[in-house]
T-cell receptor, first 112, second 107 residues
């Protein structure tokens, strides 16, 4: 089976802009989670979606949002970008809620 | 508060030496713990899940509820084991990660 895919792989934006990242889970997986990875804060949970519903949300401002489509694909959006949003954004999928999570390669976002 | 602690940022050993990567957790209830590995320029990969109690690439990890630890061990390190290792706790449908330990295996 193909693994989790994320697009784009690299992105450069300027402060104040917004960005949308996309994630395609492993075929048959219904749950998608998003994480932010930075050198200073490490890996931090953003949110998890299952059956098009957000089931859990991490401690991030409302500028961070996401959604899941009926085919389980997911997008996350960050509005009004700040320099501190520069990070590697990882998507993970699992068969069901609370199952083992498998990660994508990430989208590296740089905010200038 | 639920937390995962990996006290060592860097662990350097020689090839063939034993390896132990430390992980301690804070969690009320029965924890579900994982080890993930990230090789250079590769995605985060699942290494071990404590429930399965299997050995992957020679690594094992035992859950010690008394000491709230889930240390990762390998009897003989190989150069290809050099990578970043993350311990993670599954809680409320999310993974809580430790800060990671970089393992460097020298020839």
């Amino acid at each position: 089976k193909a693994g989790v895919t994320q697009t784009p792989r690299y992105l450069i934006k300027t402060r104040g802009q917004q960005v949308t990242l996309s994630c395609s889970p492993i075929s048959g997986h219904r749950s998608v989670s998003w994480y932010q990875q930075t050198p200073g804060q490490g890996l931090q949970f953003l949110f998890e979606y299952f059956s098009e519903t957000q089931r859990n949300k991490g401690n991030f401002p409302g500028r961070f949002s996401g959604r899941q489509f009926s085919n389980s694909r997911s997008e996350m959006n960050v509005s009004t970008l700040e320099l501190g949003d520069s990070a590697l954004y990882l998507c993970a999928s699992s068969l069901e809620l609370a199952d083992t999570q498998y990660f994508g390669p990430g989208t590296r976002l740089t905010v200038l | 508060a639920q937390r995962v602690t990996q006290p060592e940022k860097l662990l350097s050993v020689f090839k063939g030496a034993p390896v132990e990567l430390k992980c301690n957790y804070s969690y009320s209830g029965s924890p579900e713990l994982f080890w993930y590995v990230q090789y250079s320029r590769q995605r985060l990969q699942l290494l071990l899940r404590h429930i399965s109690r299997e050995s992957i690439k020679g690594f094992t990890a035992d859950l010690n509820k008394g000491e709230t630890s889930f240390h990762l061990k390998k009897p003989f390190a190989q150069e290809e084991d050099s990578a970043m290792y993350y311990c993670a706790l599954h809680s409320s449908y999310k993974l809580i990660f430790g800060s990671g330990t970089r393992l460097l295996v020298r020839p």
